[in-house]
Protein backbone atom coordinates (compact mmCIF):
# COMPACT_ATOMS: atom_id res chain seq x y z
CA UNK A 1 0.00 0.00 0.00
CA UNK A 2 1.72 3.50 -1.14
CA UNK A 3 1.32 6.50 1.01
CA UNK A 4 -2.22 7.68 1.53
CA UNK A 5 -4.13 6.03 -1.13
CA UNK A 6 -6.74 6.60 1.71
CA UNK A 7 -6.27 10.26 3.43
CA UNK A 8 -7.84 10.51 6.48
CA UNK A 9 -9.53 13.98 7.75
CA UNK A 10 -9.34 12.42 11.10
CA UNK A 11 -8.51 9.53 13.15
CA UNK A 12 -10.70 7.55 15.93
CA UNK A 13 -8.61 4.96 17.63
CA UNK A 14 -10.23 2.65 20.63
CA UNK A 15 -6.83 1.57 22.65
CA UNK A 16 -7.49 -1.15 25.14
CA UNK A 17 -5.71 -3.38 27.37
CA UNK A 18 -5.37 -6.22 25.16
CA UNK A 19 -6.33 -4.59 21.42
CA UNK A 20 -6.14 -1.31 19.62
CA UNK A 21 -8.78 -0.62 16.60
CA UNK A 22 -8.62 2.66 14.31
CA UNK A 23 -10.73 3.97 11.95
CA UNK A 24 -9.48 6.38 9.13
CA UNK A 25 -12.39 8.78 9.08
CA UNK A 26 -13.85 11.61 6.45
CA UNK A 27 -14.67 14.56 7.50
CA UNK A 28 -17.72 14.35 7.26
CA UNK A 29 -17.72 11.58 9.16
CA UNK A 30 -17.71 8.29 6.98
CA UNK A 31 -15.69 5.60 7.61
CA UNK A 32 -12.64 5.12 4.94
CA UNK A 33 -10.82 2.26 6.60
CA UNK A 34 -10.44 0.46 9.68
CA UNK A 35 -7.50 -1.73 11.16
CA UNK A 36 -6.66 -3.71 14.41
CA UNK A 37 -3.85 -4.33 16.26
CA UNK A 38 -2.64 -6.77 18.70
CA UNK A 39 -0.49 -3.88 20.86
CA UNK A 40 -2.64 -3.41 23.12
CA UNK A 41 -1.91 -1.10 26.65
CA UNK A 42 -0.36 -3.82 28.74
CA UNK A 43 2.41 -4.87 25.86
CA UNK A 44 3.43 -1.45 25.29
CA UNK A 45 5.86 1.07 27.49
CA UNK A 46 5.77 4.50 26.71
CA UNK A 47 7.62 5.20 23.84
CA UNK A 48 6.30 2.12 22.22
CA UNK A 49 2.66 3.94 21.48
CA UNK A 50 3.54 6.27 19.45
CA UNK A 51 5.57 3.60 16.87
CA UNK A 52 2.44 1.07 17.60
CA UNK A 53 0.14 3.60 16.33
CA UNK A 54 1.80 4.44 13.29
CA UNK A 55 2.59 1.12 12.01
CA UNK A 56 -1.32 0.93 11.79
CA UNK A 57 -2.57 4.57 10.60
CA UNK A 58 0.88 5.72 8.73
CA UNK A 59 -0.37 5.49 5.52
CA UNK A 60 -3.38 7.09 6.03
CA UNK A 61 -1.84 10.37 7.35
CA UNK A 62 -0.58 13.20 4.84
CA UNK A 63 -0.60 16.47 6.02
CA UNK A 64 -1.45 17.39 10.01
CA UNK A 65 -3.71 15.01 11.32
CA UNK A 66 -5.95 14.68 14.66
CA UNK A 67 -6.33 11.58 16.35
CA UNK A 68 -9.37 10.85 19.19
CA UNK A 69 -8.58 7.89 21.58
CA UNK A 70 -9.64 5.76 24.02
CA UNK A 71 -9.12 3.45 26.34
CA UNK A 72 -6.62 2.37 28.81
CA UNK A 73 -4.04 4.22 26.81
CA UNK A 74 -5.14 7.19 28.84
CA UNK A 75 -3.73 4.99 31.86
CA UNK A 76 -1.09 5.47 34.38
CA UNK A 77 0.82 2.52 32.34
CA UNK A 78 -0.84 4.38 29.28
CA UNK A 79 0.77 6.38 26.49
CA UNK A 80 -0.12 9.86 28.80
CA UNK A 81 -2.01 10.21 32.02
CA UNK A 82 -5.77 11.36 31.40
CA UNK A 83 -7.18 12.39 34.64
CA UNK A 84 -10.08 10.81 35.54
CA UNK A 85 -13.05 13.17 36.18
CA UNK A 86 -15.27 12.57 39.09
CA UNK A 87 -18.82 12.05 39.12
CA UNK A 88 -21.54 13.75 38.52
CA UNK A 89 -19.84 14.84 34.87
CA UNK A 90 -20.95 14.79 31.42
CA UNK A 91 -20.37 11.40 29.74
CA UNK A 92 -17.88 12.72 27.88
CA UNK A 93 -15.23 14.42 30.64
CA UNK A 94 -13.25 17.46 29.08
CA UNK A 95 -9.84 17.97 29.40
CA UNK A 96 -8.87 15.70 26.56
CA UNK A 97 -5.29 15.47 27.05
CA UNK A 98 -2.27 15.29 24.06
CA UNK A 99 0.03 12.24 24.12
CA UNK A 100 3.62 13.77 23.40
CA UNK A 101 4.45 12.50 19.97
CA UNK A 102 7.41 13.24 17.52
CA UNK A 103 5.71 12.40 14.54
CA UNK A 104 5.69 16.21 12.66
CA UNK A 105 1.61 15.87 11.11
CA UNK A 106 0.23 13.86 14.65
CA UNK A 107 -1.95 15.19 17.38
CA UNK A 108 -3.35 12.24 19.72
CA UNK A 109 -5.87 13.46 21.90
CA UNK A 110 -6.98 10.97 24.70
CA UNK A 111 -10.63 11.31 26.69
CA UNK A 112 -10.19 11.25 29.71
CA UNK A 113 -11.51 8.57 32.53
CA UNK A 114 -14.04 8.82 35.18
CA UNK A 115 -14.22 8.05 38.82
CA UNK A 116 -16.34 7.68 41.91
CA UNK A 117 -15.19 8.09 45.02
CA UNK A 118 -17.03 6.64 47.48
CA UNK A 119 -17.84 3.63 46.26
CA UNK A 120 -14.45 4.15 44.78
CA UNK A 121 -14.60 2.64 41.09
CA UNK A 122 -13.24 3.61 37.48
CA UNK A 123 -13.89 3.62 33.80
CA UNK A 124 -11.71 4.09 30.85
CA UNK A 125 -13.68 3.88 27.34
CA UNK A 126 -16.89 2.84 28.48
CA UNK A 127 -17.52 7.11 28.94
CA UNK A 128 -17.04 7.11 25.21
CA UNK A 129 -19.52 4.30 24.16
CA UNK A 130 -22.15 5.56 26.71
CA UNK A 131 -21.28 9.35 24.75
CA UNK A 132 -22.00 7.46 21.72
CA UNK A 133 -25.20 6.16 22.91
CA UNK A 134 -26.32 9.29 23.83
CA UNK A 135 -25.48 11.15 20.36
CA UNK A 136 -27.75 8.42 18.71
CA UNK A 137 -30.36 8.32 21.38
CA UNK A 138 -30.79 12.02 22.18
CA UNK A 139 -32.46 13.18 25.66
CA UNK A 140 -32.24 9.12 27.01
CA UNK A 141 -32.39 8.65 31.17
CA UNK A 142 -31.86 5.36 32.66
CA UNK A 143 -28.82 2.94 33.34
CA UNK A 144 -26.45 1.44 30.78
CA UNK A 145 -24.81 -1.75 31.80
CA UNK A 146 -21.78 -2.80 29.81
CA UNK A 147 -20.54 -6.39 29.99
CA UNK A 148 -16.94 -7.40 29.78
CA UNK A 149 -14.26 -8.30 32.05
CA UNK A 150 -15.00 -5.79 33.96
CA UNK A 151 -18.72 -5.49 33.47
CA UNK A 152 -20.13 -1.69 34.28
CA UNK A 153 -23.53 -0.50 35.34
CA UNK A 154 -24.06 3.35 34.76
CA UNK A 155 -26.60 5.63 35.80
CA UNK A 156 -26.96 8.46 33.24
CA UNK A 157 -29.17 11.54 33.33
CA UNK A 158 -29.40 14.48 31.30
CA UNK A 159 -26.35 13.49 29.77
CA UNK A 160 -24.62 13.09 32.85
CA UNK A 161 -22.96 10.28 34.39
CA UNK A 162 -24.89 10.08 38.26
CA UNK A 163 -23.26 7.05 39.05
CA UNK A 164 -21.88 3.44 38.55
CA UNK A 165 -20.78 0.37 39.49
CA UNK A 166 -18.29 -2.17 38.24
CA UNK A 167 -18.24 -6.05 38.78
CA UNK A 168 -15.61 -8.33 38.14
CA UNK A 169 -17.86 -10.87 36.87
CA UNK A 170 -15.76 -11.37 33.53
CA UNK A 171 -12.35 -11.86 34.79
CA UNK A 172 -14.04 -13.96 37.65
CA UNK A 173 -15.28 -16.85 34.91
CA UNK A 174 -12.09 -17.06 33.24
CA UNK A 175 -9.78 -16.59 36.01
CA UNK A 176 -12.05 -20.11 37.58
CA UNK A 177 -12.98 -21.75 34.82
CA UNK A 178 -9.27 -21.52 33.79
CA UNK A 179 -7.02 -21.41 37.42
CA UNK A 180 -9.19 -23.98 39.45
CA UNK A 181 -10.17 -26.80 40.24
CA UNK A 182 -12.69 -26.53 38.47
CA UNK A 183 -10.67 -26.19 34.70
CA UNK A 184 -11.53 -29.77 34.96
CA UNK A 185 -14.83 -29.51 34.77
CA UNK A 186 -15.55 -26.85 32.72
CA UNK A 187 -15.74 -26.58 28.63
CA UNK A 188 -13.51 -24.10 26.73
CA UNK A 189 -16.81 -23.44 24.78
CA UNK A 190 -20.56 -24.59 24.57
CA UNK A 191 -23.66 -23.69 25.95
CA UNK A 192 -26.52 -24.87 27.76
CA UNK A 193 -29.66 -22.49 27.87
CA UNK A 194 -30.99 -24.55 31.10
CA UNK A 195 -28.10 -24.83 32.74
CA UNK A 196 -27.78 -20.96 32.01
CA UNK A 197 -31.34 -20.13 33.62
CA UNK A 198 -30.99 -22.65 36.66
CA UNK A 199 -27.45 -20.67 37.70
CA UNK A 200 -29.45 -17.32 37.37
CA UNK A 201 -32.08 -18.16 39.57
CA UNK A 202 -29.93 -20.09 42.11
CA UNK A 203 -27.38 -17.26 42.16
CA UNK A 204 -30.31 -14.40 42.41
CA UNK A 205 -31.69 -15.82 45.21
CA UNK A 206 -29.08 -17.14 47.72
CA UNK A 207 -26.04 -15.07 46.29
CA UNK A 208 -24.24 -15.77 49.28
CA UNK A 209 -23.79 -19.37 48.53
CA UNK A 210 -21.48 -18.86 45.14
CA UNK A 211 -18.53 -20.07 46.81
CA UNK A 212 -20.55 -23.81 47.89
CA UNK A 213 -22.25 -23.43 44.21
CA UNK A 214 -18.80 -23.77 42.46
CA UNK A 215 -17.29 -26.40 44.30
CA UNK A 216 -20.71 -28.25 43.53
CA UNK A 217 -19.98 -27.76 39.86
CA UNK A 218 -16.64 -29.92 40.38
CA UNK A 219 -18.45 -32.11 42.48
CA UNK A 220 -21.88 -32.55 39.94
CA UNK A 221 -18.97 -33.77 37.08
CA UNK A 222 -17.54 -36.48 39.60
CA UNK A 223 -20.24 -38.03 41.09
CA UNK A 224 -23.17 -37.01 38.22
CA UNK A 225 -21.20 -37.01 35.06
CA UNK A 226 -22.52 -33.29 34.37
CA UNK A 227 -20.55 -32.19 30.96
CA UNK A 228 -18.17 -29.50 30.37
CA UNK A 229 -20.94 -27.28 28.16
CA UNK A 230 -23.52 -27.35 31.29
CA UNK A 231 -21.13 -26.75 33.72
CA UNK A 232 -19.52 -23.78 31.87
CA UNK A 233 -23.30 -22.27 31.46
CA UNK A 234 -24.20 -22.53 35.08
CA UNK A 235 -21.16 -21.23 36.11
CA UNK A 236 -22.01 -18.00 33.78
CA UNK A 237 -25.08 -18.02 35.15
CA UNK A 238 -24.48 -18.20 38.99
CA UNK A 239 -21.55 -15.32 38.43
CA UNK A 240 -24.20 -13.35 36.11
CA UNK A 241 -26.77 -13.83 39.11
CA UNK A 242 -25.15 -12.74 41.75
CA UNK A 243 -24.06 -9.73 39.49
CA UNK A 244 -27.61 -8.84 38.98
CA UNK A 245 -28.84 -9.42 42.68
CA UNK A 246 -26.07 -7.06 43.46
CA UNK A 247 -26.49 -4.58 40.86
CA UNK A 248 -30.60 -4.71 41.83
CA UNK A 249 -30.80 -0.67 42.89
CA UNK A 250 -29.68 -0.30 39.43
CA UNK A 251 -31.30 -1.76 36.99
CA UNK A 252 -34.97 -1.74 39.03
CA UNK A 253 -37.46 0.10 37.76
CA UNK A 254 -35.05 1.36 35.05
CA UNK A 255 -35.09 1.51 31.47
CA UNK A 256 -31.94 -0.61 30.22
CA UNK A 257 -29.20 -0.52 27.81
CA UNK A 258 -26.74 -3.45 27.24
CA UNK A 259 -23.71 -1.99 25.23
CA UNK A 260 -20.94 -5.25 24.64
CA UNK A 261 -20.08 -8.15 22.77
CA UNK A 262 -22.75 -9.37 20.79
CA UNK A 263 -23.43 -12.68 22.58
CA UNK A 264 -22.22 -11.68 26.05
CA UNK A 265 -24.76 -9.19 25.98
CA UNK A 266 -27.43 -11.56 24.62
CA UNK A 267 -26.74 -13.47 27.94
CA UNK A 268 -27.15 -10.22 30.13
CA UNK A 269 -30.43 -9.30 28.47
CA UNK A 270 -32.01 -13.35 28.72
CA UNK A 271 -30.94 -12.61 32.09
CA UNK A 272 -32.52 -9.28 32.38
CA UNK A 273 -35.85 -10.56 30.44
CA UNK A 274 -35.96 -13.56 32.76
CA UNK A 275 -36.31 -10.71 36.25
CA UNK A 276 -39.09 -9.27 33.52
CA UNK A 277 -36.93 -6.13 32.56
CA UNK A 278 -36.83 -5.21 29.17
CA UNK A 279 -33.14 -4.14 28.00
CA UNK A 280 -32.36 -2.97 24.69
CA UNK A 281 -29.16 -4.55 23.10
CA UNK A 282 -26.80 -2.37 21.78
CA UNK A 283 -23.73 -2.87 18.85
CA UNK A 284 -20.60 -1.65 21.21
CA UNK A 285 -18.20 -0.70 17.99
CA UNK A 286 -20.65 1.82 16.33
CA UNK A 287 -21.51 3.07 20.03
CA UNK A 288 -17.56 3.79 20.27
CA UNK A 289 -16.88 5.22 16.77
CA UNK A 290 -20.08 7.68 17.53
CA UNK A 291 -18.45 8.87 21.07
CA UNK A 292 -14.72 9.17 19.15
CA UNK A 293 -16.74 11.53 16.28
CA UNK A 294 -18.78 13.20 19.06
CA UNK A 295 -15.02 13.78 20.68
CA UNK A 296 -13.79 14.96 17.50
CA UNK A 297 -16.71 17.76 17.10
CA UNK A 298 -15.98 19.08 20.16
CA UNK A 299 -12.43 19.38 19.39
CA UNK A 300 -13.41 21.18 16.10
CA UNK A 301 -16.22 23.11 17.71
CA UNK B 1 20.55 -44.09 58.12
CA UNK B 2 20.60 -48.04 57.81
CA UNK B 3 17.23 -49.96 57.34
CA UNK B 4 15.28 -50.20 60.63
CA UNK B 5 17.00 -48.40 63.01
CA UNK B 6 13.24 -47.52 63.13
CA UNK B 7 10.72 -50.37 63.30
CA UNK B 8 7.38 -49.09 62.90
CA UNK B 9 4.19 -51.07 64.53
CA UNK B 10 2.40 -49.44 61.36
CA UNK B 11 2.47 -46.44 59.56
CA UNK B 12 0.11 -43.57 59.28
CA UNK B 13 0.27 -41.71 55.91
CA UNK B 14 -1.88 -38.14 55.06
CA UNK B 15 -1.35 -38.07 51.20
CA UNK B 16 -2.91 -34.99 49.48
CA UNK B 17 -2.78 -33.13 46.12
CA UNK B 18 0.29 -31.11 46.99
CA UNK B 19 2.14 -32.96 49.55
CA UNK B 20 2.52 -36.64 51.92
CA UNK B 21 3.18 -36.91 55.19
CA UNK B 22 4.13 -40.49 57.10
CA UNK B 23 4.66 -41.32 60.68
CA UNK B 24 6.19 -44.49 62.13
CA UNK B 25 3.77 -45.73 64.52
CA UNK B 26 5.01 -48.00 67.45
CA UNK B 27 1.98 -50.70 68.32
CA UNK B 28 0.92 -48.52 71.06
CA UNK B 29 -0.01 -45.25 69.25
CA UNK B 30 3.42 -43.31 69.68
CA UNK B 31 5.26 -41.15 67.17
CA UNK B 32 8.49 -42.75 66.20
CA UNK B 33 9.94 -40.74 63.32
CA UNK B 34 8.42 -38.70 60.60
CA UNK B 35 8.70 -37.17 57.70
CA UNK B 36 7.16 -35.16 54.65
CA UNK B 37 7.35 -35.03 50.97
CA UNK B 38 6.56 -33.38 47.96
CA UNK B 39 5.59 -36.27 46.35
CA UNK B 40 1.45 -35.23 46.22
CA UNK B 41 -1.29 -37.12 44.22
CA UNK B 42 -1.08 -34.58 41.67
CA UNK B 43 2.60 -34.84 40.97
CA UNK B 44 2.73 -39.11 40.70
CA UNK B 45 0.84 -41.46 38.15
CA UNK B 46 -0.37 -44.89 39.32
CA UNK B 47 2.63 -46.58 39.38
CA UNK B 48 4.45 -43.71 40.84
CA UNK B 49 3.10 -44.09 44.72
CA UNK B 50 4.40 -47.21 45.66
CA UNK B 51 8.11 -45.72 45.16
CA UNK B 52 7.08 -42.16 45.69
CA UNK B 53 5.55 -44.17 49.67
CA UNK B 54 8.91 -46.31 49.81
CA UNK B 55 11.24 -43.49 49.24
CA UNK B 56 9.97 -41.80 52.86
CA UNK B 57 9.18 -44.86 54.66
CA UNK B 58 11.32 -48.06 53.73
CA UNK B 59 14.12 -47.33 55.95
CA UNK B 60 10.94 -47.94 59.15
CA UNK B 61 9.80 -51.32 57.28
CA UNK B 62 11.10 -54.69 59.37
CA UNK B 63 8.98 -57.31 58.55
CA UNK B 64 4.84 -57.23 57.51
CA UNK B 65 3.58 -53.65 58.11
CA UNK B 66 0.56 -51.90 58.01
CA UNK B 67 0.25 -48.46 55.96
CA UNK B 68 -2.82 -46.20 56.78
CA UNK B 69 -3.41 -43.80 54.32
CA UNK B 70 -6.26 -40.92 53.88
CA UNK B 71 -6.94 -38.13 51.20
CA UNK B 72 -6.47 -37.89 47.66
CA UNK B 73 -3.99 -40.47 47.00
CA UNK B 74 -7.59 -42.80 47.29
CA UNK B 75 -9.24 -40.87 44.28
CA UNK B 76 -9.71 -41.79 40.86
CA UNK B 77 -6.37 -39.92 39.77
CA UNK B 78 -4.74 -41.50 42.94
CA UNK B 79 -2.86 -45.08 43.61
CA UNK B 80 -5.94 -46.34 44.07
CA UNK B 81 -9.85 -45.34 44.04
CA UNK B 82 -11.17 -45.74 47.27
CA UNK B 83 -15.28 -45.18 46.49
CA UNK B 84 -16.93 -42.49 48.64
CA UNK B 85 -19.55 -43.72 51.12
CA UNK B 86 -22.64 -41.80 50.89
CA UNK B 87 -24.15 -39.36 53.64
CA UNK B 88 -25.05 -40.05 56.32
CA UNK B 89 -22.76 -42.23 56.95
CA UNK B 90 -20.05 -42.60 59.93
CA UNK B 91 -17.36 -39.89 60.40
CA UNK B 92 -14.76 -43.21 59.41
CA UNK B 93 -16.29 -44.53 56.63
CA UNK B 94 -16.06 -48.78 56.05
CA UNK B 95 -14.70 -50.15 53.00
CA UNK B 96 -10.82 -49.33 52.92
CA UNK B 97 -9.76 -50.07 49.86
CA UNK B 98 -5.63 -51.95 49.54
CA UNK B 99 -3.84 -50.58 46.81
CA UNK B 100 -1.88 -52.93 44.66
CA UNK B 101 2.07 -53.53 45.72
CA UNK B 102 5.19 -55.03 45.04
CA UNK B 103 7.34 -54.81 48.22
CA UNK B 104 6.61 -57.88 50.26
CA UNK B 105 6.15 -56.61 53.46
CA UNK B 106 3.85 -53.70 52.81
CA UNK B 107 0.36 -53.88 52.61
CA UNK B 108 -1.56 -50.22 52.51
CA UNK B 109 -4.51 -49.45 53.72
CA UNK B 110 -6.96 -46.78 51.72
CA UNK B 111 -9.77 -44.76 53.63
CA UNK B 112 -12.70 -43.85 51.10
CA UNK B 113 -14.05 -40.08 51.09
CA UNK B 114 -17.74 -39.03 51.69
CA UNK B 115 -19.94 -37.91 49.32
CA UNK B 116 -23.24 -36.04 49.53
CA UNK B 117 -25.73 -36.65 46.21
CA UNK B 118 -27.47 -33.39 46.66
CA UNK B 119 -25.80 -30.66 46.79
CA UNK B 120 -23.37 -32.41 45.20
CA UNK B 121 -20.36 -32.90 47.13
CA UNK B 122 -16.89 -34.61 48.13
CA UNK B 123 -14.59 -34.46 51.05
CA UNK B 124 -11.56 -36.99 51.10
CA UNK B 125 -9.59 -36.71 53.86
CA UNK B 126 -11.36 -34.04 56.41
CA UNK B 127 -13.22 -37.43 57.43
CA UNK B 128 -10.27 -38.97 59.01
CA UNK B 129 -9.69 -35.52 60.89
CA UNK B 130 -13.42 -35.97 61.92
CA UNK B 131 -13.11 -39.14 62.84
CA UNK B 132 -9.81 -38.11 65.45
CA UNK B 133 -11.66 -35.26 66.17
CA UNK B 134 -14.49 -37.58 67.51
CA UNK B 135 -11.86 -39.62 69.03
CA UNK B 136 -11.00 -37.11 71.03
CA UNK B 137 -13.74 -35.25 72.30
CA UNK B 138 -16.24 -38.59 72.16
CA UNK B 139 -20.05 -37.88 72.17
CA UNK B 140 -19.37 -34.30 70.59
CA UNK B 141 -22.45 -33.04 68.50
CA UNK B 142 -21.89 -30.40 66.65
CA UNK B 143 -20.55 -28.16 63.17
CA UNK B 144 -16.92 -28.83 62.53
CA UNK B 145 -15.41 -26.03 59.89
CA UNK B 146 -12.28 -27.03 57.92
CA UNK B 147 -11.15 -24.52 56.57
CA UNK B 148 -8.40 -24.57 53.78
CA UNK B 149 -8.16 -24.46 49.57
CA UNK B 150 -11.89 -25.98 49.88
CA UNK B 151 -13.18 -24.73 53.19
CA UNK B 152 -15.82 -27.70 54.38
CA UNK B 153 -18.59 -26.97 56.96
CA UNK B 154 -19.71 -30.58 58.05
CA UNK B 155 -22.60 -31.22 60.47
CA UNK B 156 -21.71 -34.22 62.67
CA UNK B 157 -24.27 -36.05 65.40
CA UNK B 158 -23.84 -39.50 67.08
CA UNK B 159 -20.52 -40.34 65.47
CA UNK B 160 -22.15 -39.94 61.55
CA UNK B 161 -21.49 -37.08 59.22
CA UNK B 162 -25.45 -35.99 58.55
CA UNK B 163 -24.49 -33.46 55.69
CA UNK B 164 -21.78 -30.81 54.80
CA UNK B 165 -21.08 -28.10 52.53
CA UNK B 166 -17.30 -26.83 50.68
CA UNK B 167 -16.59 -23.53 49.79
CA UNK B 168 -14.35 -22.43 47.38
CA UNK B 169 -13.21 -19.93 49.38
CA UNK B 170 -9.48 -20.55 49.53
CA UNK B 171 -9.05 -21.29 46.18
CA UNK B 172 -10.67 -18.32 45.33
CA UNK B 173 -8.60 -15.85 47.48
CA UNK B 174 -5.42 -17.69 45.77
CA UNK B 175 -6.41 -17.52 42.14
CA UNK B 176 -8.01 -13.43 42.39
CA UNK B 177 -4.94 -12.29 44.22
CA UNK B 178 -2.55 -13.83 41.60
CA UNK B 179 -4.51 -14.26 38.18
CA UNK B 180 -6.76 -10.48 38.23
CA UNK B 181 -6.09 -7.45 38.06
CA UNK B 182 -6.28 -7.62 41.72
CA UNK B 183 -2.63 -8.49 41.26
CA UNK B 184 -1.19 -5.26 41.51
CA UNK B 185 -3.59 -4.13 44.52
CA UNK B 186 -3.08 -6.80 46.87
CA UNK B 187 0.94 -7.66 48.78
CA UNK B 188 1.89 -11.36 48.81
CA UNK B 189 1.98 -11.10 52.96
CA UNK B 190 0.76 -8.97 55.44
CA UNK B 191 -2.18 -8.13 57.12
CA UNK B 192 -4.77 -5.40 58.41
CA UNK B 193 -7.53 -6.53 61.10
CA UNK B 194 -9.88 -3.72 61.10
CA UNK B 195 -9.61 -4.39 56.84
CA UNK B 196 -10.63 -7.90 57.50
CA UNK B 197 -13.58 -6.74 59.77
CA UNK B 198 -14.49 -4.17 57.54
CA UNK B 199 -14.52 -7.05 54.90
CA UNK B 200 -16.18 -9.50 56.79
CA UNK B 201 -19.24 -6.90 57.99
CA UNK B 202 -19.56 -5.99 54.24
CA UNK B 203 -19.78 -9.28 52.64
CA UNK B 204 -22.10 -11.05 55.74
CA UNK B 205 -24.46 -7.52 54.87
CA UNK B 206 -24.59 -7.57 51.51
CA UNK B 207 -22.79 -10.90 49.71
CA UNK B 208 -24.21 -10.28 46.45
CA UNK B 209 -22.46 -7.46 46.14
CA UNK B 210 -18.64 -9.78 46.11
CA UNK B 211 -17.67 -8.98 42.51
CA UNK B 212 -18.28 -5.21 42.64
CA UNK B 213 -16.55 -4.95 46.12
CA UNK B 214 -13.42 -6.77 44.66
CA UNK B 215 -13.13 -3.87 41.94
CA UNK B 216 -13.13 -1.56 44.52
CA UNK B 217 -10.06 -3.06 45.65
CA UNK B 218 -8.44 -1.95 42.75
CA UNK B 219 -10.27 1.49 42.70
CA UNK B 220 -9.10 2.06 45.96
CA UNK B 221 -5.50 1.32 45.19
CA UNK B 222 -5.54 3.77 41.90
CA UNK B 223 -7.76 6.32 44.00
CA UNK B 224 -6.84 7.10 47.64
CA UNK B 225 -3.51 4.68 47.67
CA UNK B 226 -4.89 1.74 49.77
CA UNK B 227 -2.31 -0.46 50.29
CA UNK B 228 -1.51 -4.03 49.42
CA UNK B 229 -1.82 -5.25 52.68
CA UNK B 230 -4.93 -3.60 53.39
CA UNK B 231 -6.34 -4.51 50.17
CA UNK B 232 -5.25 -8.18 51.02
CA UNK B 233 -7.18 -8.95 54.43
CA UNK B 234 -9.78 -6.78 52.76
CA UNK B 235 -10.65 -9.50 50.63
CA UNK B 236 -9.64 -12.51 53.03
CA UNK B 237 -12.59 -10.90 54.80
CA UNK B 238 -14.54 -10.58 51.84
CA UNK B 239 -14.62 -13.98 50.75
CA UNK B 240 -14.64 -15.59 54.30
CA UNK B 241 -18.00 -12.78 55.27
CA UNK B 242 -19.93 -14.50 52.09
CA UNK B 243 -18.82 -17.77 52.57
CA UNK B 244 -20.25 -17.22 56.87
CA UNK B 245 -23.14 -15.92 55.35
CA UNK B 246 -23.59 -18.62 53.08
CA UNK B 247 -22.83 -21.20 55.86
CA UNK B 248 -25.39 -19.66 58.27
CA UNK B 249 -27.37 -22.58 58.26
CA UNK B 250 -24.15 -24.83 59.70
CA UNK B 251 -23.11 -22.61 62.73
CA UNK B 252 -26.22 -21.02 63.87
CA UNK B 253 -26.60 -22.00 67.33
CA UNK B 254 -24.17 -25.02 67.09
CA UNK B 255 -21.36 -25.58 68.82
CA UNK B 256 -18.40 -25.12 66.47
CA UNK B 257 -15.06 -26.78 65.98
CA UNK B 258 -12.39 -25.65 63.78
CA UNK B 259 -9.17 -27.94 62.32
CA UNK B 260 -7.06 -26.37 59.64
CA UNK B 261 -4.13 -24.34 59.29
CA UNK B 262 -2.95 -22.36 62.84
CA UNK B 263 -2.83 -18.33 61.21
CA UNK B 264 -6.12 -19.28 58.63
CA UNK B 265 -8.37 -20.82 61.12
CA UNK B 266 -7.39 -17.85 63.45
CA UNK B 267 -9.38 -16.05 61.30
CA UNK B 268 -12.30 -18.33 61.18
CA UNK B 269 -12.70 -17.95 64.79
CA UNK B 270 -12.43 -14.36 64.70
CA UNK B 271 -15.47 -13.87 62.19
CA UNK B 272 -17.69 -16.26 63.86
CA UNK B 273 -16.41 -14.58 67.50
CA UNK B 274 -17.85 -11.06 65.37
CA UNK B 275 -20.93 -13.49 65.22
CA UNK B 276 -21.15 -13.67 68.72
CA UNK B 277 -20.26 -17.81 67.94
CA UNK B 278 -17.80 -18.92 70.20
CA UNK B 279 -15.32 -21.78 68.20
CA UNK B 280 -12.94 -24.10 69.09
CA UNK B 281 -9.84 -24.12 67.19
CA UNK B 282 -8.43 -27.78 66.70
CA UNK B 283 -4.88 -28.45 66.12
CA UNK B 284 -4.84 -30.21 62.22
CA UNK B 285 -2.01 -32.48 62.65
CA UNK B 286 -2.74 -33.65 65.59
CA UNK B 287 -6.46 -35.05 64.95
CA UNK B 288 -5.20 -36.11 61.17
CA UNK B 289 -2.73 -38.40 63.18
CA UNK B 290 -5.69 -39.77 66.04
CA UNK B 291 -8.00 -40.25 62.76
CA UNK B 292 -5.35 -42.82 61.04
CA UNK B 293 -5.16 -44.41 64.71
CA UNK B 294 -8.46 -44.80 64.97
CA UNK B 295 -8.63 -46.44 61.49
CA UNK B 296 -5.75 -48.63 62.71
CA UNK B 297 -7.40 -50.01 65.51
CA UNK B 298 -10.13 -50.73 63.38
CA UNK B 299 -8.26 -52.48 60.95
CA UNK B 300 -7.25 -54.64 63.40
CA UNK B 301 -9.93 -54.69 65.86
Redesign the interface.
Known amino acids: MTAATIKAGWIAVDWGTSNMRAWAMSASGTVLAEAVSDQGMAKLDRDGFEPALLSVIGDWIDGPTDVVACGMVGS ?1 QGWVEAP ?1 QAVPCPTLPSGFVQAPTTHPDLTVHVIPGI ?3 D ?4 MRGEETQITGFLARNPNWDGVICLPGT ?1 TKWVHVSADEVVSF ?5 G ?2 FD ?2 AT ?4 RHSIAADGWDQAAFADGLDTAMA ?7 R ?3 L ?3 G ?3 GQSGQTARAHLSGL ?1 IG ?2 L ?4 PYWLGQQIAVIGDHSLSSHYVAALAAQSVPATQVNATSVTLAGLATAYQRLKG
Open positions: RYMQKPADVHQTFMTELTIHTVLRPERLAALFSRAKLLHLAEAGAK
